[in-house]
């Protein structure tokens, strides 16, 4: 796999394979354009609406596994998407014992929906459900996260910034 420093272009359609959340790098992504395959590791912090769907795939992963949110910290620690179906492997640790972290992981949970079988109809409620819809939502998060759409890091400018030709605008402003 090649490695990528600097964000895709804008152009660039992406298959995200794989995410997860670590310590360092903070992110990691493996996802293919133009049949390559990449993968790049960032400590870079997301939108907020990325961590939104970070944290709804926590929640409904949690409740298709049917662990306690109300006791237990929940922390997903990697997600990866194939064609027909998804895996989500969450840390789960109990703050109420102090007892240390455990992994819970689901594998090739399907993709198709749960229908009502007496209507046919997808049932949004359905904890599969919910836990797919969140999952296709933070797919995108991360496709738009691996396209730059990020938290503005801190620019290098000095204290007090130059002017140009003597006025006091800064550089760029001059013109206005």
């Not at 400590?43 to 709804?56: H, N, R, S």
């Not at 992994?103 to 049932?123: A, E, F, M, N, Y």
């Not at 204290?159 to 800064?170: K, R, V």
């Amino acid at each position: 796999m090649n490695s990528r420093t600097n964000p895709v272009p804008e152009t660039a359609l992406i298959h995200v394979s794989s995410f997860r959340k670590a310590s360092k790098p903070r992110y990691s992504f493996s996802y293919e354009t133009n049949e390559e395959l990449y993968s790049l590791g960032t400590d870079d912090t997301p939108q907020d609406d990325f961590t939104k769907a970070l944290e709804d795939v926590t929640r409904a992963a949690a409740e298709y596994f049917g662990l306690d949110t109300d006791t237990l910290r929940i922390t997903p620690e990697s997600i990866t998407w194939n064609e027909a179906d998804s895996a989500v492997h969450l840390v789960v640790f109990n703050p109420e014992t102090k007892s240390s972290s455990i992994k819970v992981s689901k594998t090739g949970i399907p993709k198709l929906p749960v229908t009502d079988t007496g209507q046919g109809l997808t049932d949004p409620s359905e904890p599969r459900n919910v836990l797919n819809e969140a999952l296709e939502v933070f797919r995108e998060k991360c496709v738009a996260y691996l396209h730059g759409d990020r938290m503005q890091q801190p620019l290098p400018f000095p204290a007090q910034q130059e002017t140009d030709s003597g006025n006091d605008l800064p550089f760029g402003e001059a013109g206005k």
